[in-house]
């Protein structure tokens, strides 16, 4: 279950919002909400509450919360609409409210909310609660999760059942199949040479008066919860939860507020990734609310997933939000702002290029540059024209000697390629015989060549349409030179310098099983001097 179009009318913050996510190619997996401290992210997340709550328990959370808690003028009523990626939808005013439970199964919305760390487990005997029910949730969004110490509960009670009641009690068998998830999940997220930072090595319900006995083997030290860290307990306290429940919360929307409380950015990063991509299914949605980088940065990384951007926004007007362009470097404004990071990195210039090949130009060690990967060229050069304290590198494609020139005069924090792309950097024949010292180089040759001419109709017709696309070549109507024949030409070329400047590198372009018996890596390839001797030349 997915959400593809959200609107909340006279609800807490906001007179009139929609986060509409349905022009996206596919729902997003994951949909984070970015801004500052209290700019309504978590709103949304009381709407989604109040409907699980109805459909839980009949009420969305106390007899007067519609009054006093969810509308915004007491004189109207507020109303929730959604539709999902089924085709269905849920439309509610507040005095229909009651009718939830006929459109909705129990499952549809799960959340928790920011105020669920344990900082020291207390429960000296167990309960009665039903989780099936969700019993044990928090009557309101803004009231404390204390579901913690009962997921504690369920597992050892499972663990138990196991012991009791099977014909082939095998602790081995039965760590694998309680703790070894939470201990991969431990490892993923905080690293490690040969054992895990973090492992959970043993699990005791609270009994005879004492505290549940929850241990952790850290270093050589085996601890209890109680010692470890803010951080680690809350990675403890999510994994646990969805661990114990997630065979109940399947086609759910899960939303979970401030999922990176006292987590640094690296751990961000791997704590959303790891929930994203192992806990929860396919068949579900998790909504999550941040200004943190690490968050921000692994949404930015994934194709399944959309950022909404609630900073700066006056609520008292109607707003329709759509998902943040991914290229943009915007969006990590509200976690690191601009000014801050030309600060951090004044004595380096920020040059961006296109899609992820930062990580390697960044091997090349160059003295003075950081490089910082957006999406494709026409990010890196908008990017570069609307600020100049950027710099941009980016492909050459189907641009011409002259059109290079002139770009280049007119944005001087602007540098692009000699070559088609990135890749003909790497596959040069030259920096190949660098690598590979018996490299046969005119065999080579003859062998792009072939591929170039097989190619070469196809290849012609699409020049037009991909240089329209180019918004450096558009921008400036000097820039652009008003035929492609020259381009044309030098492509039907035979000689190579002059059709290789044009003819891309690409995989889905060059068939690399001609020299796949070498195991080349990208990593080995920016190694050489000749490469970071290209790439440097461009800033000379």
Partial sequence: MHITHLQLANFKRFTDLTIDLSRLPMPPKLVLLIGANGSGKSSVFDAFEAIANTIKRGTPGGA????TYYEKFLNDQF??????????????????????????????????SSLRQIPKLTKKSTENFNLAADSDRPRQYIERDNRFENDIEILTQKILE??????????????????????????????????????????????GGNVAD????????EIHYDLLSSGEKEVINI?????????????????????????????????????????????CQLWTASHSFGFIEYARDIENSAIIDFDSLDFDEKHVLLPESKTSLDIFDVAV???????????????????????????????????????????VFMSIRNDSRYHGLMDRDFMTDGEIERAE?????????????????????????????????????QEILRQKQDKERKIIYGIKQARDSFKVLNEHEKIRERKDDLIIDHLSSNDFEEFYKFFSMKEKS??????????????????????????SQLFS
């Fill in 239 to 283: 994994l646990l939860n969805l661990f114990v429940r997630r065979d109940t919360y399947n086609n759910t929307i899960y939303f979970i507020d401030e999922l990176d409380l006292h987590l640094n950015t690296k751990l961000q990063y791997a704590l959303l990734k790891e929930i994203t991509e192992n806990w929860i299914p396919d068949n």
């Fill in 214 to 221: 929850v241990r952790f083997r850290k270093g050589v030290s």
């Fill in 79 to 112: 109303y929730i609409n959604i539709i999902f990626d089924s085709g269905k939808s849920f439309y509610r005013k507040r005095d229909e409210f009651d009718t939830v439970k006929k459109d909705l199964p129990f499952n549809t919305f799960y959340g928790r």
């Fill in 337 to 379: 702002p601009k000014d801050t990071i030309f600060k951090l990195f004044d004595d380096k210039q920020i040059v961006l290029c296109e899609n992820k090949n930062d990580k390697f130009y960044n091997l090349l060690d160059l003295e003075d540059k950081l490089f910082v990967g957006v999406n494709d060229k026409n990010s």
């Fill in 510 to 535: 060059f068939n690399r099983e001609y020299i796949a018996s070498y195991n080349l890596k990208k990593e080995d390839l920016v190694s050489t001097d000749w490469f970071k001797e290209q790439i």
């Fill in 409 to 445: 005069k007119k944005y001087p924090n602007l540098h692009i390629l000699r070559y088609y792309c990135f890749e003909n950097y790497l596959y040069h024949p030259k920096n190949l015989y660098e690598l590979i010292p018996d490299f046969d180089i005119e065999a080579y040759q």
């Fill in 64 to 67: 007067s919360a519609f009054d």
């Fill in 162 to 207: 196991e012991v009791f009641n099977g014909s082939d009690f095998d602790s081995k068998k039965l760590k694998e199949r309680y703790l070894e998830p939470i201990n991969q999940s431990l490892f993923r997220i905080f690293g490690g040479l040969e054992a895990p930072l973090l492992e959970l090595v043993s699990l005791k319900p609270p009994l």
